[in-house]
């Protein structure tokens, strides 16, 4: 199993906190945004990782990270030239990949939820998770049965079928890269990943999993916020 860390895009949602450097290196409480994936992957025991990252940030992203020693992990760096949406990992990602199977991870996704046992059983097809959500038309909606076989994925529907988010988090054999090259450019000009997902769900090889732990989408000011108040009240619970 190898891990991806898509860290790439512009965040202009969060400027001007992101006009010189990139939302996965702003501070979530006591350590970069960037850090907290990591380790959900390596907590799971994923070694070998790729950060994909946009070009203006590259060096940041390397003097930070280095080679992933800090963290008893080997990190290699990926360039996204332009922002082309989460299948776009499985792409640049071909070669890493190879003939293994993947765990992506959003670079802005900050979970507080162990995610060995799934990651470490996973044997084919692929794996999805859900949390339920308030405002679930604000995210990839989710609708499965009481056996957790997925029946629809739908981005940002008017109408959801689910309070479930699917959260940016996946686990897929090595048919992502092939599964990502077939899918074309949504309305918004980018590779959606329900598009991805889906073509697991045809094969009849996709399963959902309910998440009980927090999950914070720090793409915006007041979700950033939430995720910095969660991990400092933990932190001081802790000590």
Sequence with gaps: MKGIILAGGRATRLRPLTKI?????????DKPMIYYPIETLTTAGIKDILIIVAPEYAGQFLNLLGTGSEFGAKFTYEIQEEPRGLPDAFILGEQFIGNDAVTLILGDNIFDHN?????QNFQKGG??????????ERYGVIDFDEKNNVMS?????ENP???????GIYILDNR????????SPSERGELEIP???NQYKDCGELKVKVIDGSWHD???FDSLLEANNYWAQKNKKIK
Excluded: C, H, R
């Design 21 to 29: 450097t990139s939302k996965q290196l702003l501070p979530v409480y």
């Design 115 to 119: 995610f060995s046992e799934s990651i």
């Design 127 to 136: 794996s999805v998770f859900a949390k339920e959500v308030p405002d679930p």
């Design 153 to 157: 994925i739908v981005e940002k529907p």
């Design 161 to 167: 079928k689910s309070n479930f988010a699917m959260v």
């Design 176 to 183: 992502a890269t092939a599964f990502a090259k077939n899918i």
């Design 195 to 197: 598009d991805v997902i």
């Design 218 to 220: 720090a793409g915006t």
